[in-house]
């Protein structure tokens, strides 16, 4: 079994109000670790809090864990309020990309974020491009509308073994996009599913 160089760390939040439904990713990161051909490695924890969340944001922003070049956040979200993170039950509730940029530093160059959540791309190019600039990130992946939770992970599955095939740069991505909407273009248009790469004019390096 051939281990992928590339690496998921995974964030995920409560999904419903009843603490009596078990729902999680975990089964999504647990098929794509088993895949014969790459299998990929992940790390996955739970967050229940803003103060979590930031503190895994920054472990993951870390040198030591570049080997993890994935972050895959799995919460609720919405085109205003970015991720539903913790109690939203509080005054500023909600985490958007200006406020996810500074948790996560600005030295992400080769590395990528999936926002695993409804509606959270569904903003102007011009703050995803901020917030890639920002970072050094070459690319981040999402919906621009609510998704299907069920329908949307299993595309997630199918998104993982794509962009895990090629080098983490921006003409990697380019292919790696190419191949998403050629092979699996249905699916795309149906979650109104967006990957915007960094523009090379901005790039911290390809």
Same mark, same amino acid.
């Given at each position: 079994?051939?281990?992928?160089?590339? *690496?998921?760390?995974? =964030?995920?939040?409560?999904?419903?109000?009843?603490?009596?439904?078990?729902?999680?990713?975990?089964? !999504?990161? /647990?098929?794509?670790?088993?895949?014969?051909?790459?299998?990929?490695?992940? !790390?996955?924890?739970?967050?229940?809090?803003?103060?979590? %969340? /930031? %503190?895994?944001?920054?472990?993951?922003? +870390?040198?030591?864990?570049?080997?993890?070049?994935? =972050?895959?956040? *799995? %919460?609720?979200?919405?085109?205003?309020?970015?991720?539903?993170?913790?109690?939203? $039950?509080?005054?500023?509730?909600?985490?958007?990309?200006?406020?996810?940029?500074?948790?996560?530093?600005?030295?992400?160059?080769? $590395?990528?974020?999936? &926002?695993?959540?409804?509606?959270?791309?569904?903003?102007?190019?011009? $703050?995803? +491009?901020? %917030?890639? @600039?920002?970072?050094?990130?070459? *690319?981040?992946?999402?919906?621009?509308?609510d998704v299907d939770w069920l329908f949307s992970a299993s595309f997630e599955v =199918?998104? &993982?073994?794509?962009?895990? @095939?090629?080098? &983490?740069?921006? $003409?990697?991505?380019?292919? *790696?996009?190419? /191949?998403?909407?050629?092979?699996?273009?249905?699916?795309?248009?149906? =979650?109104?599913?967006?990957?915007?790469?960094?523009?090379?004019?901005?790039?911290?390096?390809?």
């Open positions: 079994m051939k281990t992928s160089k590339h *690496a998921i760390f995974c =964030l995920e939040g409560d999904w419903w109000n009843d603490m009596n439904r078990g729902s999680t990713v975990r089964p !999504i990161l /647990e098929l794509v670790n088993q895949a014969p051909d790459q299998n990929i490695n992940y !790390i996955h924890r739970d967050v229940g809090t803003v103060e979590e %969340f /930031e %503190f895994y944001c920054r472990k993951w922003s +870390q040198r030591r864990m570049s080997r993890y070049d994935i =972050l895959y956040l *799995a %919460f609720h979200g919405s085109r205003d309020r970015g991720l539903h993170v913790g109690d939203q $039950r509080r005054k500023n509730k909600g985490t958007t990309l200006e406020m996810l940029a500074p948790m996560l530093g600005t030295s992400l160059k080769g $590395r990528i974020v999936h &926002f695993g959540s409804c509606g959270t791309l569904r903003v102007d190019r011009r $703050r995803l +491009q901020k %917030f890639l @600039r920002e970072t050094g990130l070459v *690319a981040m992946t999402g919906y621009r509308e =199918l998104l &993982f073994d794509v962009l895990t @095939r090629y080098p &983490f740069t921006i $003409r990697g991505m380019k292919q *790696a996009r190419d /191949e998403l909407f050629h092979n699996h273009g249905a699916m795309c248009r149906r =979650l109104d599913f967006r990957m915007e790469i960094r523009d090379r004019r901005v790039s911290v390096g390809t």
